[in-house]
């Protein structure tokens, strides 16, 4: 148990009560954050470029101090976000999640390789490179993903939605757990 602490306070830290319908969420998320009715920057715009700089920035190499220091210039106060572990509304549950995750890793650093400007946000490809303290000590675990971004009018991250393989990168890297998850997609 004590090497999954890592993990389950990756999944279940911080946040308000538990999102019991993720579509709905997801729905929801995306109404609420059309870059039109936010007024947002343009796609592609030098204000864009710099909301995006900053967030690079902050997830360049996550650790608690720069989480404490940044996250409100960089995140809204009402964010919408889902990293696929968790869905979270609000900004102080997202510091709360995140210090949480700053905490349970050796070094968490973020590399970007592609940002795509477009009408919906901004899509950001990226490699994720993370150090657990107690869960496959020594080990960097990378996977890779891409996330949508939406900016608030004064360029902070409204709307946080990460696509990446969780169960892969993550989970299937569990003793006990691992097993189950490869012994189900065995058999699909």
Known sequence: MRRLLPLLLLAGCGGKAAVTDPMKFHADALAATEPAALGAAAPGSAAQKEAVARFKAFFGDLKEDSVKANIRSVYAADVWFNDTLKSIRGVDALEHYLVDTARSVESCKVDVDEIIPSAAG??????????????????????IGVTLLRFDKDGRVAYHQDYWDSGANLFEKVPVLGAGIRAVKRRL
Do not use: A, Q
């Open 122 to 143: 901004v899509y950001v490809r990226w490699r994720m490179h993370i150090k657990f303290k107690k869960f496959r000590r020594g080990e960097t675990n990378s996977s």
